[in-house]
């Protein structure tokens, strides 16, 4: 049983480059969820989905796309990258709404924009 | 505005000893409180979920508890081990309305255990 998968682990881009990254469940989760995590911060949430075709926005979405075409996958896009974007991504999802269920993470992606 | 303090932002501790960590929370109105254990350079990972009801559970080594009335948490790690190193994150799960929840992530505190 995988988990949550995320790629890629580590990337590098330069400021206005785009890119997406990737995040898979084969848990059959209704709730999946973007945060970051930055030094010094608790983690923030950017974008969520409560099912297939929906998704809405969190705290911190500016600068950031999702879509939810399938159950399984969540990728995250950067259409313009900033380096105010470096910082560390997990994706997480749970069994339906947040509340009382478990919430699962991925193992993280490490985006450095320079 | 929901926050969550964790104390200390650090700690070291031998290896076989006791700690405890805190959590103090302004989250309203509340629903759970969560542990998760990170590991350097990996993701969160749950050790346990308390709702308004319970005050105490334990996952192995490790206790929480809950005090709803002061806004309380603390998380007890029993006979350390060098694996315990790690940051241990305090989340608070708030009803925002319309079926919806909202956490409120603390800061983590890093415990370092040594031999």
């Known amino acids: 049983n995988a988990g949550v998968t995320q790629t890629p682990k580590f990337q590098v881009l330069k400021t206005g480059q785009s890119m997406t990254l990737q995040c898979a469940q084969d848990?059959?989760?209704?709730?999946m969820s973007w945060y970051r995590q930055d030094p010094g911060m608790g983690l923030r949430l950017i974008h969520y989905s409560v099912g297939a075709g929906i998704t809405d926005q969190g705290e911190v979405p500016n600068g950031y796309n999702v879509s939810r075409s399938t159950t399984e996958d969540f990728p995250l896009r950067l259409l313009s990258a900033a380096p105010s974007q470096t910082s560390v991504y997990f994706c997480a999802s749970s069994y339906g709404r947040v509340d009382g269920n478990t919430i699962y993470f991925g193992e993280g992606s490490w985006l450095t924009v320079v | 505005k929901n926050q969550v303090e964790q104390s200390p932002q650090s700690l070291i501790i031998l290896e076989g000893k006791n700690c405890t960590l805190q959590?103090?929370?302004?989250?309203?109105?509340?629903?759970?409180l969560r542990w998760y254990k990170q590991d350097t350079g990996r993701g969160p990972v749950s050790l346990t979920i308390?709702?308004?009801?319970?005050n105490t559970k334990s996952n192995g080594r490790y206790t929480a508890t809950l005090d709803a009335d002061t806004k309380q948490s603390s998380l007890h790690i029993t006979a350390s081990q060098l694996s315990d190193s790690a940051s241990y994150i305090c989340?608070?799960?708030?009803?925002?309305?319309?079926?919806?929840?909202?956490?409120?992530f603390g800061k983590g505190t890093k415990l370092s255990v040594i031999p």
């Open positions: 989340v608070v799960s708030a009803y925002s309305g319309a079926g919806s929840y909202q956490l409120t």
């Open positions: 959590c103090n929370y302004t989250v309203s109105p509340f629903s759970n």
């Open positions: 308390m709702t308004f009801s319970e």
């Open positions: 848990m059959n989760h209704e709730y």
